[in-house]
C-alpha cells in the first residue's frame, strides 16, 4: 500500500460524509440530535460493527488484487 491509497481513501470518506449534509441539511441535522440522545452503550457498538464491516469490504477489496 502506497501513501496515495491512503489519501484517496480519506478523500472517498470526505466525500461520502459530505454528501447528506449537502443533499438534505434538515435531515442530518436530526439524525445528529437523535444519535446524541443514544446511550455510551449503543454508540460504541454501532462504532464497532462499522469498523467490523470496514475491515471486511477492506480484506474483500485488497484479496482481488
Avoid at 6 to 17: G, P, R
Avoid at 23 to 28: K, L, Q, S, V, Y
Avoid at 30 to 45: T, V
Amino acid at each position: 500500500m502506497q501513501w496515495s491509497d491512503l489519501w484517496a481513501a480519506f478523500a472517498i470518506y470526505l466525500i461520502i460524509e459530505g454528501l447528506l449534509p449537502f443533499a438534505n441539511p434538515t435531515a442530518w441535522r436530526e439524525a445528529a440530535a437523535m444519535l446524541a440522545q443514544q446511550s455510551d452503550g449503543f454508540l460504541r457498538r454501532a462504532g464497532l460493527i462499522s469498523m467490523a464491516i470496514g475491515v471486511a469490504l477492506l480484506f474483500i477489496a485488497r484479496a482481488g488484487q
